[in-house]
């Protein structure tokens, strides 16, 4: 069996924990201020080696820059084109609400109907003077304007404006016809 | 003197100050250098990251706009250029309306041009009032004519007086004249680039065959007039 005596005093124990305390701190900050150290210098390192990335893309990009000014006739061409067939698009092969009113009048009044005279505004709305032989041809003109299902649902209203028989037995008719 | 009271009071307050100290200079290291130096890092990351998207977009463009061939662009380019001008042109319009009132068998008896600047939808248009003689039953052609005409033009308001006993017509119509400004934004290098659609490809066939029958001349044939010898 052994057996332990310390001898030292308890001033210079107290010391030496004091000691190694320290040590253990001075350990602890030594370690953190290294870490900070390398962070610090990570972060340099990363940028040093980013802006060398972005220098390098920056010369791609400008290459690239210089490739599209070099083709901007083709770019302007095509860019014109688009333009161009975008509003063509628009109106090429789209009649005008007048002509298209014209077609359908055209195409309902009856040919023993004699059309005197035909006025359509830019709007759609006609006024049309015609002269009629008898009566079955005005009731004929009346039904197609009104009741016809190939008048393509265009018009609107038939609002008679004047209706009057001469001294030749003829109808003369003016109405005015608007579209939808 | 002074040298050991320093010491003194270091040792005695140690504890207290190595720590402070290494607090201190680890603030002043993230405060000073890591944090701008990361907070710039991730800035830079976008500003690559914008800069490689951009390079890539513009090598697609540079890629798109090398696979059309110049001289059809230009030549598409010029055929819609004449359907839709970006001036009024009203000389070589008026030719135009006298050439198709001819062929549809009318004769303009008087012409006056109206509005000058209207706005028609995303172009802009001006008005010429025609005056016109012709057949009433050639009036659906030169209206057809008018609206497929090869530049590109809409019938206004029609006016139209017949006289019974000969089958014709005297005619009043406004054409209203489309042109278009050109767009402003051709140079820019970064613009996208637009594509050409299948519609826009059938369009623009169309016009081009349209302009063609239009232009063509007549074949003229070459037959011996007179004597072949004239001295004999």
Redesign the interface.
């Known amino acids: 069996m052994k057996i332990s005596i310390n001898l030292l005093p308890p001033e210079t124990i107290a010391e030496e924990r004091q000691k190694s305390?320290?040590y253990k701190?001075?350990f602890i900050?030594?370690a953190?201020?290294l870490i900070?150290?390398f962070?610090?210098s990570l972060?340099?390192a990363?940028?040093v080696l980013?802006?060398r990335?972005?220098s390098v893309?920056?010369a791609?990009?400008s290459e690239?820059?210089q490739?599209?000014?070099n083709?901007?006739?083709?770019?302007?061409?095509?860019?014109?084109?688009?333009?161009?067939?975008?509003?063509?698009?628009?109106?090429?092969?789209v009649?005008?609400k007048?002509?298209a009113l014209?077609?359908l009048i055209?195409k309902l009044v009856p040919p023993s109907v004699?059309?005197?005279?035909?006025?359509?505004?830019?709007g759609g709305d006609m006024t049309l003077s015609a002269?009629v032989a008898d009566s079955v041809s005005l009731d004929d003109l009346l039904d197609s304007l009104v009741s016809k299902d190939d008048k393509e649902n265009k018009i609107s209203q038939v609002s008679i404006q004047s209706l009057g028989r001469g001294r030749d037995g003829q109808y003369r008719i003016s109405f005015k016809i608007g579209l939808k | 003197m002074k040298k050991e009271n320093i010491i003194k009071f270091y040792l005695k307050y140690r504890f207290y100050l190595f720590p402070a100290a290494v607090f201190l200079s680890s603030l002043f290291l993230i405060i000073f250098a890591i944090y701008p130096q990361t907070v710039k890092l991730i800035n830079n990351q976008k500003v690559a990251g914008d800069l490689t998207n951009k390079s890539k977009l513009l090598e697609a463009k540079v890629f798109a706009l090398e696979s059309y061939d110049k001289e059809d662009l230009s030549q598409k380019v010029g055929v819609a250029l004449a359907v839709l001008p970006a001036d009024k042109d009203f000389l070589d319009v008026l030719g135009l309306l006298q050439e198709q009132a001819v062929q549809s068998g009318f004769s303009i008896t008087s012409v006056a041009l109206g509005n000058t600047s209207n706005k028609a939808g995303s172009a802009s248009s001006y008005t010429v009032k025609l005056e016109m003689k012709g057949s009433k039953v050639l009036f659906q052609g030169l209206l057809d004519k008018l609206e497929n005409s090869s530049r590109l033009t809409k019938v206004g308001s029609i006016d139209i007086i017949s006289r019974q006993t000969t089958q014709s017509i005297d005619t009043s119509l406004e054409v209203d004249v489309l042109y278009s400004q050109l767009p402003k934004d051709f140079e820019k290098v970064d613009s996208p680039l637009p594509e050409l659609s299948k519609e826009d490809e059938d369009l623009i066939a169309s016009l081009i065959k349209n302009s063609t029958t239009i232009s063509k001349p007549e074949e003229i044939q070459q037959t011996p007039r007179g004597k072949s010898n004239p001295f004999e």
């Open positions: 305390r320290f701190i001075q900050g030594i953190v201020i900070m150290v962070l610090a972060t340099l990363l940028q980013q802006s990335n972005i893309a920056r791609q990009l690239e820059e490739k599209v000014v083709l901007k006739s083709t770019q302007a061409s095509l860019l014109l084109l688009k333009n161009r067939l975008t509003v063509i698009n628009q109106y090429l092969g009649s005008s007048s002509s014209y077609r055209d004699v059309v005197n005279s035909i006025n359509i505004d830019k002269l």
